[in-house]
């Protein structure tokens, strides 16, 4: 009976100092919640290089009138207008030039009535000389009075035309097709009165973004490269770079490209746009967007480690697309992290590894 004693005791014993050794798991483990994550992967991302500049017209075409002193008596098109090659545009006062055309004709029918009559009269006299009946001389004079009389009809006929020419340029027309993007003139104004263009044209409305790229990046700029332009509405448009200046700024260090956008009511002429150049895309270590939290010491991410435990590690953010941001620094690929930053963790807590729709490899 004594020894039945003893042994139950030195058994409870044993198992006394075996609970006390084992190491009970932690309570924030057990209470710990389940929480989205995703690895950091390896992904192409665009918009390698984004850039902003101004729209401007791809041609500018600058139409003033060729003539000084005339008052301006009808404009057929305003600002936003599409005009065809051609089209009058403004009409100027054409009542003193057409008297004077007036005038000039009639001076031109007389002189040629005068050479009508000099040639006729040098008709009848052709021979003469040589029969006596007139001296040489006589018959010289009259051809003479002739051809003089001719070079005076034909010198009024040419006034005729040079007034019937400066007549036609007292409209205005449109050298080109395309839209009217500036009207400077209004009625009653007088030609030759500035230096300031009357209308302005976007030569077949074209409209493309004069960007600024960095010098760092200017030597992945070719003409042909795609990019997407987004307006200051918040609208897209898809481009294309067209012109690639072969110089950098000395002072800003930047160059000059030129994207050909498409003809659209709201790409204007003056407006800001940004753009990203989606033909540059690289595989790069990314994480979604939401994963990165920010605050007063800069970006971050919530690690979740073998155990569960969450900690938090610096890093540095570089380009977006599709919802991505490209980790240049910080925890390398296949790293699983909290999926949304937003949650409420703090480093130490533990947290259930949740895929969600995207199960761990």
């Not at 009559?117 to 000389?129: F, P, S, T």
């Not at 155990?307 to 980790?327: A, C, H, I, Q, Y």
Request: include cysteine; charge should be neutral.
């Amino acid at each position: 009976m004594t020894t039945t004693r003893w042994g139950i005791a030195a058994v409870l014993a044993l198992s006394l100092a075996a609970c006390k050794g084992a190491a009970p798991p932690p309570p924030a483990a057990e209470a710990a919640r389940a929480v989205t994550v995703v690895r950091i992967e390896l992904k192409p991302i665009a918009g390698g290089i984004a850039t902003s500049g101004i729209l401007i017209p791809r041609n500018t075409v600058e139409i003033s009138p060729d003539l000084a002193g005339y008052r301006v008596a009808k404009l057929f098109v305003d600002e936003g207008d599409w005009v065809k090659a051609g089209q009058p545009l403004a009409q100027m006062d054409t009542s003193i030039l057409q008297s004077q055309l007036d005038q000039q004709i009639a001076l031109a029918k007389q002189a040629q009535a005068t050479a009508d009559q000099r040639n006729a009269e040098a008709a009848r006299v052709v021979g003469l000389d040589k029969s006596g009946v007139l001296a040489t001389e006589q018959v010289t004079d009259r051809h003479s009075a002739a051809v003089t009389a001719q070079a005076g009809a034909a010198a009024q006929v040419a006034a005729v035309n040079e007034l019937k020419t400066r007549l036609e340029h007292l409209t205005i027309r449109a050298p080109v097709a395309g839209q009217i993007i500036q009207r400077n003139v209004n009625l009653g104004d007088i030609s030759g009165g500035g230096t300031t263009a009357w209308f302005v044209m976007a030569d077949a409305g074209q409209v493309e973004l004069n960007a600024d790229v960095a010098e760092a990046d200017f030597d992945k700029m070719r003409p042909g490269l795609k990019a997407k332009v987004t307006l200051a509405n918040d609208a897209v448009a898809d481009g294309v770079v067209r012109l690639v200046s072969p110089r950098v700024d000395t002072q800003t260090r930047l160059g000059k490209v030129r994207i050909s956008l498409p003809v659209r009511p709201d790409i204007r002429a003056g407006g800001y746009a940004r753009a990203s150049f989606v033909d540059l895309t690289r595989s790069v270590p990314t994480l979604p967007e939401t994963a990165v939290r920010y605050d007063a010491n800069g970006a971050s991410v919530m690690v979740v480690g073998t155990d569960g435990k969450v900690s938090e590690t610096p890093v540095k953010t570089g380009d977006r697309g599709g919802g991505f941001v490209e980790l240049l620094s910080g925890p390398p690929p296949g790293t699983v992290v909290v999926a949304k930053a937003g949650a409420q963790l703090l480093p130490g807590d533990y947290v259930k590894p949740d895929w969600g729709q995207a199960p761990a490899q």
